[in-house]
């Protein structure tokens, strides 16, 4: 799987979206309601992002 910018994936109950995407580093978004876009944003490196979504649906997804 090829990480994306603006990737939607649920997990659980919370929702993860890709909002920047780096060589190394992952900046990313933890909400509750993927429709009013709130939520904390988050720097990790690829392979913790990675282990986050392990397990995690990706949602329909339009390039």
């Known amino acids: 799987m090829k990480l994306q910018q603006n990737q939607l994936y649920k997990q659980g109950e919370e929702y993860i979206r890709i909002v920047e995407l780096e ?37 329909a997804y339009e390039p």
């Open 23 to 59: 060589r190394r580093a992952v900046s990313y978004k933890l909400m509750q309601d993927p429709i009013s876009g709130e939520g904390s944003t988050r720097l990790v490196t690829k392979k913790e992002f990675c282990r986050l979504i392990k397990g995690a649906e990706l949602l």
